[in-house]
């Protein structure tokens, strides 16, 4: 079975869709069919990388598997008519390391696309929060 897209992704947000659905199985390969040359990602804790695969790998040590629920993506106007860029929200679920469930772990992820092409990726979500929860070390959580 192949992971290629039934059709080839037009719009900046169907771009940002497919990235993001090859990167979840993973398949950071594949998913380098969407990005610039040039990419810079900034992972959550500020950690700076330039590759899917490197997301895929920072995953694969801090979840036993993680999937992302796209719940809407938005897209402004960028800088020129060229550039525009886009918010996927969501939520993350899957499995911690000792193979507990989670669901609803928030997230946020913005995206700069150039000509077609990924090429600023920052990601942000609550799971820094809910590890330290998780460890008895955060302050308690409100779901209000």
């Known amino acids: 079975m192949s992971n290629a897209p039934a059709k080839a992704p037009a719009s900046p947000a169907e771009i940002v869709d497919e990235y993001l659905r090859l990167l979840m199985i993973p398949d950071p390969a594949a998913a380098r069919a969407f990005i610039a040359p040039d990419l810079k990602i ?5 950690r700076a990388m330039s590759e899917p ?6 995953n694969a040590k801090r979840y ?4 992302k629920k796209v719940e809407r993506t938005e897209v402004v106007a960028g800088a020129s008519d060229e550039e525009a860029i886009v918010y996927s929200l969501g939520s993350l679920y899957g499995a911690w390391p000792d193979g507990a469930a989670f669901e609803g772990n928030r997230y946020v992820d913005r995206y700069i696309v150039r000509q077609g092409k990924i090429t600023s990726m920052e990601v942000w979500n609550d799971s820094a929060e809910w590890l330290l929860t998780r460890a008895g070390l955060a302050c308690d959580r409100s779901d209000a």
């Open 53 to 58: 695969a490197q997301c895929a790998a920072f």
């Open 42 to 46: 900034r992972f959550t804790g500020g």
């Open 64 to 67: 036993a598997w993680v999937k």
